[in-house]
């Protein structure tokens, strides 16, 4: 991880879900099933058997797809930021449905009323569906603009019904969604452009003006919760910009995506603009993870096998390098009061620049700095501040403050 800044967190959408999902979060994480078990009481449902035994074909309905998904989401987000002790977020984002996850675990709505709003906004979705019949398609191996000019052709020839993109999901994939005879031309045109199209398992034309009678009937549920300014940053993949901090903007942005395309590039190249290299996708699968391939940021998707574990690796060490880097800057940082130039030169810069090779050997190696080298670190700052006359309770108390910050116990004040 980029030890400057803390990875973004991602959060998948509809079409992520999958039998098992959240499996082996709930078995080894009491926080995960903690978290899934709330979801479900918010909604009367046994959310954990639906996830430990549930088909795919229950799981595609949308009522119990977008809770399911939300609630495996913050789950991971729990694991993240309990278990594996990871940093706070530079930035949480979420794909469509995401955004619920996104602003329930950024503090902006209570796990409760966030379960319940989605599973309010699967009906209206599903409802919608049923009135208005249509699907979406994975437009693949071709470029965002040649997608839309083709949704442009179809639905102007007035012969098959309306297509519109419904996701730019990277550079070589944006979603179409619409009526079921405008999505088999806009297929057909796909492919004679060289690209190849992808029916998604989902039940209905979302993001697209078929979903009309769903967002004008949601804005009724979004007035009946509590919209708190979020406590971290959230992106909008609505426009790709930060959320709102007011209740009405919120409450507007999460109305408008129902009929709105998802921007998910512009949630990438804002990531990136903004310095962030390094991503967690907290949910079913790694769909995000996928769409990232090719992109500044690297992600580690927490439900595919062996990244959880590469996970806490890189939260330890991120950690470990942090504690060594704190023990530079408060050696560097503190006041001197020792006067005598020789003993300054032996008692300060000496071990200051031990403890700086300490810090540049950990840097270039991958593994996580150990105990012994950890210890080092603490008396080498613990010398440097001795050597600049800092009373012994005010040493022996900075460095506690320091260890106990970066989860760790001082060598002073006993073993690790």
Not at 1 to 28: C, D, I, T, V, Y
Not at 84 to 93: F, K, T, V
Not at 349 to 360: D, W
Request: aromatic share 2%.
């Amino acid at each position: 991880m980029n030890k400057r800044l803390a990875p973004a967190l991602l959060f998948p959408g509809q079409g992520s879900q999958h039998p098992g999902m959240g499996r082996q979060l709930m078995e080894h994480h009491p926080e995960a099933r903690a978290a899934i078990e709330e979801s479900g009481d918010a909604i009367g449902t046994d959310l954990v058997r639906l996830l430990r035994d549930g088909s795919m074909e229950e799981l595609t309905r949308t009522e119990l797809a977008q809770p399911a998904i939300l609630a495996v989401s913050v789950a991971a987000y729990r694991v993240y930021r309990g278990s594996l002790q990871g940093p706070p977020p530079c930035w949480l984002a979420g794909h469509s449905l995401g955004e619920f996850s996104a602003l329930a675990c950024a503090g902006a709505l209570a796990l409760g009323d966030a379960v319940r709003l989605v599973q309010a906004r699967g009906r209206l979705m599903a409802e919608a569906a049923r009135r208005q019949p249509g699907g979406m398609v994975a437009a693949l191996g071709i470029a965002p603009e040649r997608a839309e000019a083709i949704c442009r052709e179809v639905t102007e020839s007035r012969r098959f019904g309306v297509v519109v993109p419904a996701n730019y999901n990277s550079a070589s994939q944006t979603v179409l969604s619409g009526q079921l005879p405008a999505l088999e031309e806009a297929e057909r045109l796909v492919r004679e452009a060289g690209g190849s199209a992808a029916r998604l398992a989902v039940g209905g034309a979302f993001h697209s003006p078929l979903m009309a009678t769903a967002r004008e009937a949601f804005g009724e549920e979004l007035s009946a919760v509590r919209l708190a300014p979020p406590l971290l940053p959230v992106l909008s993949s609505v426009t790709g910009k930060r959320m709102p901090d007011t209740e009405s903007g919120l409450a507007e942005l999460l109305q408008r995506q129902l009929t709105a395309p998802v921007r998910w590039t512009a949630v990438m190249a804002k990531l990136a603009a903004a310095g962030a290299s390094e991503a967690v996708e907290a949910g079913p699968g790694g769909v995000l993870k996928r769409l990232a391939a090719g992109t500044v940021l690297r992600v580690l998707a927490m439900e595919e096998d062996g990244e959880r574990e590469e996970l806490a690796h890189r939260i330890r060490r991120r950690r470990m390098l942090s504690f060594l880097e704190g023990c530079l800057a408060v050696a560097v940082g503190t006041r001197n009061e020792e006067g005598d130039a020789l003993v300054y030169s032996r008692e300060v810069e000496a071990p200051a620049r031990e403890l700086e090779r300490l810090l540049r050997e950990a840097e270039s190696a991958p593994a996580v700095p150990d105990g012994d080298r950890l210890e080092q670190a603490e008396r080498l700052l613990g010398r440097v501040l001795a050597g600049k006359r800092m009373p012994e309770g005010e040493r022996l108390e900075r460095v506690a403050r320091l260890a106990a910050a970066h989860g760790l116990r001082p060598v002073a004040t006993g073993a690790r």
